[in-house]
């Protein structure tokens, strides 16, 4: 049994490591963590596999230095499919 507990917690601690392995993976996880918005990852990746990384890496940042911003992930998207009309907070 203490075999398999350990096999059990390796596979664990394996899990939470990111594994990489095309750059709109590593964009992705880049504007998650720019935005703070970890949990939402796999839509960041999903993005940056169909937009410009450029164009996504630059509004994130620009956003990220933003200290009135709240939600940094909500205003990315509305500023990003809004095509930048939307009002600032």
Do not use: W
Request: aromatic share 8%; charged share 35%; glycine share 6%.
């Amino acid at each position: 049994m203490a075999l398999t507990k350990g096999y059990l917690d390796e596979m664990k601690r394996r899990a939470k490591e990111s594994r990489v392995y095309r750059k709109y993976q590593l964009t992705g996880l880049m504007l998650s963590e720019i935005l703070g918005d970890r949990p939402h990852k796999a839509l960041y990746i999903k993005l940056a596999k169909e937009r410009d990384e450029q164009e996504l890496l630059t509004l994130a940042e620009s956003i990220a230095s933003n200290k009135n911003v709240k939600n940094k992930g909500a205003y990315f998207m509305r500023l990003l499919f809004d095509g930048g009309k939307a009002k600032n907070k």
